[in-house]
DNA sequence: TTAAGTGCAAAAACTTTGCATATTT
DNA sequence: AAATATGCAAAGTTTTTGCACTTAA
């Protein structure tokens, strides 16, 4: 489990003239206890929160998934759907990349520590400062190969 | 330029009991005579041949993009606006990556042969039919690391 | 000829925003 | 006390779908 406390969240905010609030704790809290390669949406979170007995609006949920992100507290991933989905950003070496299907959407994940190192590499060339390094490869599963008429 | 030609799309669609028709050619000839690096979204691509003279439905324009997506003749990226864009899908070697600022979105391309090679691997490794491979890369933008309250 | 594709308009899905109220600092 | 955050409801975007009509094979 990562080292991220809600009074090192708290500390960050503050410091920017942001304030931590029940909302903010319980979510990161959601996602820290997430079960690792789990990722959810902003509306997976909300039914989530519902069932928990803690419900939280999908405004604040849209506002504080994106606030996260970009602190680099979440990582925004773009699988296949439409929808955005966010999980737990953990320090870089345990970032995992992802193999889909443009057909039927199963996903793979996997890791590679040249390709980490190579986008830190390029991260760290233009100046930028690190925050998520994924990669996204597209492609046509064993099964949708065989089956001639797909979607 | 790509040596994708319509009789080549008029085969492939054939195959499957799908059919050439002017509008997936049209779509097509766009993206082929797009500059290397632009790409577009639905509206964006609807607006534009609408101004051609050539209008064709956005509804068409979401079917044919999802088609050619699955096809592997377009590359779907999703940078972190939340449209989805496409370009055309040059072989392996031409695919670029993107390295994307959180708070202002600002982009850069680059290019990294390493990755796309460990990319292939993955996907082969897994009986995956390699259609394509792009590392998204997500951090601060120099600029952005100066403002302290950013967006 | 006939099954697939198109365009339109309507619906669905996802995300953002304005505003009154509540809360953190 | 002052400024930020929340929740709600409404609006905005993006994408999908049903259906009658058209067209490629």
New interface residues.
Partial sequence: MVAYTASALKAELN???WRLTPQRETILRTFQNLPEGNHLSAEDLCDLLDKAGDPISLSTIYRTLKLM??M?IL??L?L?E?Q?RYEINQPAPHHH?H?I???CTKT?E?K?D??LK??AK??IR?????????????????NC?RS????
Same sequence: chains 1, 2.
């Fill in positions: 410091e920017r003239g992100a970009r680099g990582r925004e773009e296949s439409s955005k990349h193999l299907c443009v057909r793979i996997f590679n040249a390709v190579a986008g390029t991260a233009s100046g930028y400062h690190l925050l998520d390094c994924q990669l996204l490869i597209q492609g046509i599963c064993p190969q001639l008429i797909p979607v």
